[in-house]
């Protein structure tokens, strides 16, 4: 497996990997993927740009929103957007001014959401719809940081990667996303909740499963993995009781 990590300017920007042929094919085509001829399945962080800004700011997301709120999901535009969104954070955030920016998100929505309109006033909404649901990182947008928040989440990845390898489980990177054997879900979500742990980056993304075109959930490996998520979404749950209680005390 040869992938290639790409930098900006210098080591502290960017730093994603990048090249794999798993990258390059169609989304939908993922789920068939197999590893020695054994069906694969991939684990999502869901909201990882959006959360690793919030950790910019030194917030923990899940406890300003709540631990069921979807960052993508505006409610105004539904399911429709959320797709482009994960796309156009990072152009928001990488580009200097909002004209830039718009014309970055016009280019991707006619080469990959052209269901979406195109025009000024529906890109500039859909800006403003983003900035009244995160007014807390608001500023980060048009500050150029677009490399710096790559970094973060290549660094990430990098943990992740090796953490695997050490284990002689292989694992194909997707950027913010990982495709694993069905075997070893478990192994790498424990992988991935340890990585920001390990790294001290701040506000934790969920991390979710998409099924592989030829899993079936009924094998026991499983079983671990669903315990993981639960143990992990019980702690969460007491984590926000006990916050909401200091709270009301002060």
């Known amino acids: 497996m040869l992938i290639d990590r790409i930098f900006n300017e210098d080591f502290t920007s960017g730093g994603r990997f990048y090249r794999g042929w798993w990258q390059n094919i169609p989304r939908e085509l993922r789920q068939y993927i197999t590893i020695d001829g054994e069906p694969c399945s991939e684990l999502d962080y869901s909201g990882q740009h959006l959360l690793l800004l919030y950790g910019l700011e030194g917030d923990e997301y899940r406890w300003l929103k709540g631990l069921n709120d979807d960052p993508y999901y505006l409610e105004d ?32 929505i006619n080469y990959d959401f052209s269901y979406l309109d195109s025009t000024d006033d529906y890109i500039k909404s859909l800006i403003e719809a983003l900035k009244d649901k995160h007014p807390e990182i608001k500023d980060q947008l048009f500050s150029g940081k677009g490399g710096e928040l790559q970094y973060q989440d290549s660094q990430i990845a990098e943990y992740v990667l090796k ?14 996303s990982f495709i694993v054997q069905d075997k070893y879900m478990a192994h790498l979500y424990s992988s991935m909740k340890e990585a920001y742990r390990m790294l001290g980056v701040d506000s934790i993304p969920e991390v979710k499963i998409k099924k592989g075109a030829n899993t079936t959930f009924d094998k026991p490996y499983f079983m671990q993995l669903w315990e993981l998520m639960d143990g992990e979404s019980k702690i969460n749950q007491k984590e926000l009781e006990s916050i909401k209680k200091l709270e009301d005390l002060l």
Do not use: C, F, W
Request: glycine letters at 4%; zero cysteines; aromatic letters at 2%.
């Open 77 to 108: 535009y539904g399911e429709d957007v959320r797709s482009l969104l994960k796309v156009a954070v990072l152009i928001l955030v990488n580009e200097t001014n909002e004209d830039r920016a718009i014309r970055a998100i016009r280019q991707k």
């Open 163 to 176: 953490d695997m390898q050490a284990r002689g489980q292989p694992v194909l990177p997707v950027h913010d």
